[in-house]
């Protein structure tokens, strides 16, 4: 429990690892679609990708499972107190956020996907794995991190950094 806490509250932000690599075309090797309908969907999924901006991520609520399926509300993400703020920026592979004691934390994307509504993205830092999942559309936002035989979902708003 305490090392998904630490975690957590260092990913309201997460470690600088290499990212993998993404094909932003969704094509392997130029290969060409096999049908004009996946050309339009390859084209639609290269825009989405090159306009991604980062996201100014507030937690709001925030509840804690054990393996048991017992679960209660918390007043933190991880350390830091209701309501917590991240930044999500895909393009950079980071997400970031402050540590209890006020310095920047960063955590690694070490993958993403977004459709035309959707971003995902996931990572590691240190024994917790955890995953983002922002709606454009209605600015809702899903954080779930996992360690210890415990689960921290962290329910919010994520807003596009242009959008403010």
Known sequence: MIRL???AGLLSAACLTPALAQNPGGKAGG????HPHHAAMDAQSKENLEALTPLDCTVQRVVICDHKGECSKSETFGEMPLPAKMLADPLRRILAGVSKDGLP??????LYGQNENDLTAQGMDGEVSWMLVADRKDDTMTFSASSDNKIMT????CKDIDEQ
């Open 105 to 110: 934390h960063l955590s690694a994307i070490h």
């Open 154 to 157: 962290g329910f919010g708003i």
């Open 31 to 34: 290969a060409q679609p096999a």
């Open 5 to 7: 806490m630490l975690a």
